[in-house]
C-alpha cells in the first residue's frame, strides 16, 4: 500500500440493511480520498501532502465527522480537531476546538510548518489559519440534518450517545460500541456513530506521514478535546515504525497513548506494524475500555486496520493505483 484512509470507528454497516445510496456515498468518499492523496504521490508529491489531501476531500464530504458533516457539542455548536505528523523528522502541527476554519488538517499543516508550536487550540487557532490564507466559514456550514438528529437523540432522557467527556455509557454509544447492539437499527443510527477521517501514506522517498480530522463526539462538552489532535494518541508517525491515525473513544484513546504505542512497540519490541496495532487497539486500548481502530503503515508499504468497534471505514491504495474500500461488517470483521 502506498496511502491507506479511515472514515471512523462505529457500529458496523451491515450487508442488506444498509441502503445502497448509504454504501455507495462512503464508498466513494472513501475512493475520491484515496484518488486525491494518490495524484499527489504520483505527482513525486511528499507524504504529508497526500494525507493532507486526502482528508481534505474526506473534510468537504459530509458523510463524514470532519469539517461539513461534524457532530454538534452540547449547545449545539461545531468544535473541531485535526493533526498532522511527518516521519522524516517527527514534526507535527494540530489544532484544536477551531469552529471557523473549513479545512482543520491544512490548519493543522501550516501549525507544524510555519509555527514553533505545535498544538494551537480555539481562536487563536481559528485566527491563525485565516491569517495563513486559509477558507474560513461560519458554523452553519457544518450542519448536517443527521448530525442535528444524533444530537436531539442523545439529548433525550436516558439516551446513549452522550458525549460529555464524564459519560461512560455515552462514550461507548457515540463510537457506536458494542454497548448499543446491532440487531435492529437502521442504517441512519449506524451512520451517525461514523466519521473521523484520517490518512497514512508513504511516499517515493520512503518517508511516512499521518494526519486525523474530527468533529469529535456528538453532544461533547463545550471546550472537550478528543485524541484526534493529540500527537502520540490520535496520530503519529515516524520513518523507521510507522504512522498511524485513530478512531475511538478520544479519552481511551489519550489514556493509552494509542498511536505512539504503535511505534513504540514496533522500536523497542521489535514487532512488525500489524502486530503492534493489534495488541494496542485489541489488547491494551480495549482493556481500558476503548473501542475503535487505527490504520497503520509502514515504509515498506505493510498496513493493517485492526479495529476493536464493530466497523471502521477504511480503505486503501496500491502501488499499482487499485483502490479496495471496506464498509461492511463482513469485509473486515472486529478483531479480537
Ligand atoms: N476519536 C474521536 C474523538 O474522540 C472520535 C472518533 O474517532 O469517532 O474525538
Known amino acids: 500500500m502506498v496511502l491507506a ?38 505527482r513525486g508529491g511528499g507524504s504529508v501532502a497526500a494525507v493532507e489531501a486526502a482528508v481534505r476531500v474526506l473534510e468537504d464530504d459530509e458523510m463524514f465527522n470532519a469539517g461539513r458533516g461534524a457532530v454538534f457539542t452540547e449547545d449545539a455548536g461545531h468544535e473541531l480537531d485535526a493533526s498532522v505528523m511527518r516521519g522524516s523528522d517527527l514534526a507535527a ?77 455515552g462514550k461507548a454509544a457515540a463510537v457506536g460500541g458494542k454497548a448499543a447492539g446491532r440487531g435492529g437499527r437502521s442504517a441512519g443510527r449506524d451512520e451517525q456513530a461514523m466519521g473521523t477521517v484520517g490518512a497514512v501514506a508513504v511516499d517515493r522517498a520512503r518517508d511516512l506521514a499521518a494526519a486525523t480530522s474530527t468533529g469529535g463526539l456528538t453532544n461533547k462538552m463545550v471546550g472537550r478535546v478528543g485524541d484526534s489532535p493529540v500527537i502520540g494518541a490520535g496520530t503519529y508517525a515516524r520513518n523507521d515504525t510507522a504512522a498511524v491515525s485513530a478512531t475511538g ?65 477504511h480503505g486503501y491504495l496500491t502501488r499499482d493505483g487499485e483502490i479496495v474500500t471496506k464498509v461492511f461488517r463482513d469485509e473486515s470483521p472486529p478483531d479480537q
Not at 137 to 151: C, G, H, N, P
Not at 269 to 276: E, I, K, P, T, Y
Request: charge should be neutral; aromatic fraction near 6%.
Open 5 to 42: 484512509v479511515h472514515g471512523g470507528a462505529g457500529t458496523a454497516l451491515v450487508r442488506g440493511e444498509t441502503d445502497p445510496r448509504t454504501e455507495r456515498a462512503y464508498r466513494e468518499g472513501l475512493a475520491a480520498a484515496l484518488r486525491a492523496g494518490g495524484d499527489v504521490l504520483r
Open 93 to 169: 502541527g494540530a489544532v484544536a476546538g477551531v469552529r471557523n476554519v473549513r479545512n482543520p488538517v491544512s490548519a493543522a499543516r501550516l501549525v507544524m510548518e510555519r509555527t514553533r508550536h505545535v498544538l494551537l487550540a480555539g481562536e487563536g487557532a481559528d485566527d491563525f489559519a485565516a491569517r495563513n490564507g486559509l477558507p474560513t466559514v461560519t458554523q452553519d456550514y457544518y450542519w448536517t440534518q443527521k448530525r442535528w438528529d444524533a444530537l436531539l437523540e442523545a439529548k433525550k432522557p436516558g439516551a446513549r450517545g452522550g458525549g460529555s467527556a464524564a459519560g461512560g455509557e
Open 249 to 313: 473513544q478520544g479519552e481511551v484513546f489519550i489514556r493509552g497513548a494509542a498511536a505512539v504505542t504503535v511505534s513504540h512497540l514496533m522500536e523497542f519490541r521489535g514487532l512488525d506494524v500489524a502486530s503492534a496495532a493489534y495488541e494496542v487497539v485489541v489488547r491494551r486500548l480495549a482493556a481500558l475500555g476503548g473501542l475503535g481502530g487505527v490504520i497503520a503503515l509502514d515504509r515498506d508499504g505493510v498496513f493493517d486496520a485492526p479495529h476493536s468497534s464493530e466497523g471502521m471505514l
